[in-house]
């Protein structure tokens, strides 16, 4: 084993060791974006049953007249 050898070794390792940081980071995206999309439609949804049962009056809030 020479030099090169050991050079290439290594250049190789660090080739597999970013490709998997990568697939690692698509992962992570990929669940976050999942997430936020549930966290959204829970959201909407939310908003939803509030604006069907009307809009609330505040009772702080008092008209004058």
Known sequence: ?????????KIA????????AKRRRLALAAN???GLAIRHAAKLRRQAANNFLGPQEN???EENP
């Open 1 to 9: 084993m020479n030099v090169n050898d050991v050079v290439a070794e």
């Open 13 to 20: 390792a660090a080739k597999r060791k970013a490709e998997e």
């Open 32 to 34: 976050r974006q999942r």
């Open 59 to 61: 009772p702080t809030t």
